[in-house]
């Protein structure tokens, strides 16, 4: 089996090298991904100028190309995004705006250049709201031709109207951990029977 690859796009809201909830998440993901074979790289989205809009490239130095040629590079996309007011963040929202412009990007077989490639899904928050957002990036993702694993979000969220971060948990919550490695066990074993058996063209 050739080497697998995986992307993690953090959508954090702070630019580096602010400490990020999110990034160490998206880290954590991408190590349990190296675990299985997987290599990769994190990308912090606010680092770069990406641009609002719906086309693969908005063109006036929008750095999204870039970042979507890493992605359709690669066998894996990790989305992580922090909860804010219960939703998945504007940057993680603008990514999904971004990808709507796969649904007319295809092969010469007719089919979404994003068929085959497998997604995960992390989430962090000090409040409520991890299945929402959940529901919001599973929806979207399969939309724009990814396939989701068994099991295809980690997520740690903090008691209500309490002030603790994931990036204050010493050591990692036992759990958050196992949903992890399992997340990149299944979305490795997923991708790696993608790689040998892609979808078929549509009729």
């Not at 359709?72 to 219960?86: M, Q, R």
């Not at 085959?116 to 991890?130: P, R, S």
């Not at 399969?142 to 603790?164: C, H, I, K, R």
């Amino acid at each position: 089996m050739s080497e697998l690859t995986c992307l993690v796009l953090n959508c954090t809201l702070k630019k580096s090298p602010a400490e990020s909830s999110t990034d160490l998440l998206g880290s954590q993901a991408l190590a349990a991904l190296g675990d299985q074979g997987v290599a990769g790289t994190i990308e912090r989205v606010v680092d770069h100028d990406v641009r609002f809009g719906v086309s693969p490239d908005e063109g006036d130095g929008d750095e999204w190309p870039a970042l979507r040629q890493k992605m359709l590079d690669a066998d894996i996309l990790v989305l992580a995004t922090p909860i804010w007011l219960g939703q998945p963040s504007s940057v993680c929202k603008m990514v999904l705006e971004r990808l709507d412009a796969e649904l007319s990007e295809t092969d010469d077989q007719g089919r979404m250049l994003t068929y085959g490639k497998v997604a995960g899904i992390a989430v962090v928050g000090n409040e409520d709201g991890a299945h929402h957002v959940t529901a919001e990036l599973a929806q979207g993702l399969t939309d724009v031709g990814f396939s989701l694993p068994a099991n295809a979000v980690t997520y740690w969220v903090g008691e209500a109207m309490q002030g603790v971060d994931y990036k204050d948990k010493s050591p990692t919550p036992e759990k958050t951990d196992a949903t992890t490695k399992t997340l990149a066990a299944n979305a490795a074993h997923l991708a790696g029977l993608l790689s040998h058996s892609p979808y078929p063209a549509p009729d």
